[in-house]
């Protein structure tokens, strides 16, 4: 190898043998043309292996057992509830607004509503700065954040706490 300058050497070596020996060694070589265009080249092996679809089931997927039918009931009536409860009044912002609160009323409420299997309506600011209303169910809240079924969604999400703008409960279910 020829050094031509303090971060570029030359070498009569093809590449596809220094390239990988170079690499080994720790380095991370790039391979120019004649015209000072970096030589790109694909890798041929792949990071994961081809995913094989699994084997169907004979007999059809299992029949769900009671607690799991019970717990689907459950899910699908807190989100109906939490979709058509109106907002207490008082915690009601101006229409469209997010709703505000302190970050101590708020860390108070989902807590609240963790441990009391409630639903809330929060303000939340995603990464990309996008402000959004979710009705959600705090299932946890510990180090900062907030694991929760989400409503609108329906999954279980994690929200960054300094991502909730507010916090307002809703109303209880009449029936």
Known sequence: MRRLA???????????????????????????????????????????????????????????????????????????????????????PAPGALPRTTSTETLTLLQTAALADGALWIGYVGAEGTASQRVIAPVRVERGFVTAYGHTAGEVGTFPMHRVTGVAELTEDPA
């Open 6 to 92: 303090p971060t570029v050497l030359t070498s009569a070596t093809p590449p596809e043998e220094l390239l990988p020996r170079l690499r080994e060694m720790g380095y991370s070589p790039a391979a120019e043309a004649p015209d000072d265009a970096v030589l790109v080249t694909r890798a041929t092996a792949h990071r994961t292996p081809p995913r094989t679809p699994p084997e169907p089931v004979p007999e059809g997927p299992p029949t769900p057992d009671g607690t799991l039918l019970a717990a689907a009931v459950r899910a699908v009536r807190a989100g109906d509830r939490a979709a058509s409860a109106p907002v207490r009044p008082a915690d009601r």
